[in-house]
């Protein structure tokens, strides 16, 4: 069994900045990619970034020069540096993971339970 385990979120005023962390524990035998998604209020869950186990990332444009992403291979960890936040950004903001727990198994997918984000403007 494998859990993500995510923290940082809160209120912050426009223009402040927030880290979120992820952990990811359990029956872990590869870790491929972690990343970020979020849902605000009446819309669909959107990727905001990810990140490969060779550190490749990626981002959404609407958050592009503002978040980066990164990751601790050896603590199964990834983390989200939010700077610049706008009123747009706020939601609930969800780990993701594609993990294999086991050899003989492929990639799975695995989700933390979500933490809230507001910018107040």
């Known amino acids: 069994q494998v859990q993500l385990v995510e923290s940082g979120g809160g209120l912050v005023q426009a223009g402040g900045s927030l880290r979120l962390s992820c952990a990811a524990s359990?029956?872990?035998?590869?870790?491929?990619?972690m990343g970020w998604y979020r849902q605000a209020p009446g819309k669909q869950r959107e990727l905001v970034a990810i990140?490969?186990?060779?550190?490749?990332?990626g981002y959404a444009d609407s958050v592009k020069g503002r978040f980066t992403i990164s990751g601790d291979n050896a603590k199964n960890t990834v983390y989200l540096q939010m700077n610049s936040l706008e009123p747009e950004d706020t939601a609930v903001y969800y780990c993701?993971?594609?993990?294999?727990?086991?050899?003989?198994?492929?990639?799975?997918?695995?989700w933390g339970q979500g933490t809230q984000v507001t910018v107040s403007s």
């Open positions: 993701h993971a594609k993990i294999a727990p086991l050899w003989y198994r492929g990639s799975e997918d695995y």
């Open positions: 359990g029956t872990i035998f590869s870790n491929n990619a």
């Open positions: 990140i490969s186990s060779d550190g490749i990332t």
